[in-house]
């Protein structure tokens, strides 16, 4: 069973960086493609990102300038970095699996539990 | 990017109702849409992909229809266990993949 586990700092100051990682188990890193999706309290949902091992990534317009989604093959593990935060980037943070092995513009099979991170002062 | 809109944005139902939830694309998607339910604190499930395709383990009263622009989410009956936010996600090609606002169905 595939599971993914969201790990990192639940507060984080205006004009800093968010570091998230997630922590795969039960399927290699190696294997698909692996996003990360946020959610602001009560409201809907946005696509951040994609990464391969082969190191290709692909960003959502509207972070692009602000976000580098990277991979540790060696520890089944992949980050999310969003710099110069504001209070609009408190959100919660999930990662999920892409459902295609070849085709990272598809659905979300797996999902982590979110780690919800707060940008305040 | 594709903009998706859903409606109605909140569904008063009751147990063993018959539910549809609408799923609109800004421009032709084909297929390419899948159908997730959220509960409070927790993440969003796969319930349907490629519009129509029911995820193994989902039970068969979820179904989903549709193609280009239009698009549908029904429950044949409603049970205590689905009531839930539903949204509506649409990955045609090109980057970004964008969800609907979400339609919540709650208890009438």
């Known amino acids: 069973q595939v599971q993914l ?18 922590t795969v188990s039960g399927d290699s890193i190696r294997s698909y493609y692996w996003s990360w999706i946020r959610q602001p309290p009560g409201k809907g949902l946005e696509w951040i990102g994609y990464i391969y091992f082969r ?3 692909n960003y959502n317009p509207s972070l692009k300038s602000r976000v580098t989604i990277s991979m540790d093959t060696s520890k089944n593990q992949f980050s999310l970095n969003l710099n110069s935060v504001t209070a609009a980037d408190t959100a919660m943070y999930y990662c999920a ?3 295609d092995a070849y085709n990272p513009m598809t659905y979300f099979d797996y999902w982590g539990r979110g780690a919800l991170v707060t940008v305040s002062a | 990017d594709i903009q998706m809109t859903q409606s109605p944005s909140t569904l008063s139902a009751s147990v063993g109702d018959r539910v549809t939830i609408t799923c609109r694309a800004s421009q032709s998607i084909s297929i390419w849409l899948a159908w997730y339910q959220q509960k409070p604190g927790k993440a969003p499930k796969l319930l349907i992909y490629r519009a129509s395709s029911l995820r193994s383990g989902v039970p068969s009263r979820f179904s989903g229809s549709g193609s280009g622009t239009d698009f549908t989410l029904t429950i044949s009956s409603l049970q205590p266990d689905d009531f839930a ?3 509506c996600q649409q990955y045609n090609f090109d980057p970004p993949i964008t969800f609907g606002p979400g339609t919540k169905v ?3």
């Open chain 1, 5 to 22: 586990l969201e790990s990192g700092p639940g507060l984080v100051k205006p004009s800093e960086t968010l570091s998230l990682t997630c």
């Open chain 1, 55 to 57: 190191g290709s990534t």
């Open chain 2, 85 to 87: 936010t539903y949204y």
């Open chain 1, 97 to 99: 699996r892409v459902s």
């Open chain 2, 106 to 108: 709650d208890i009438k």
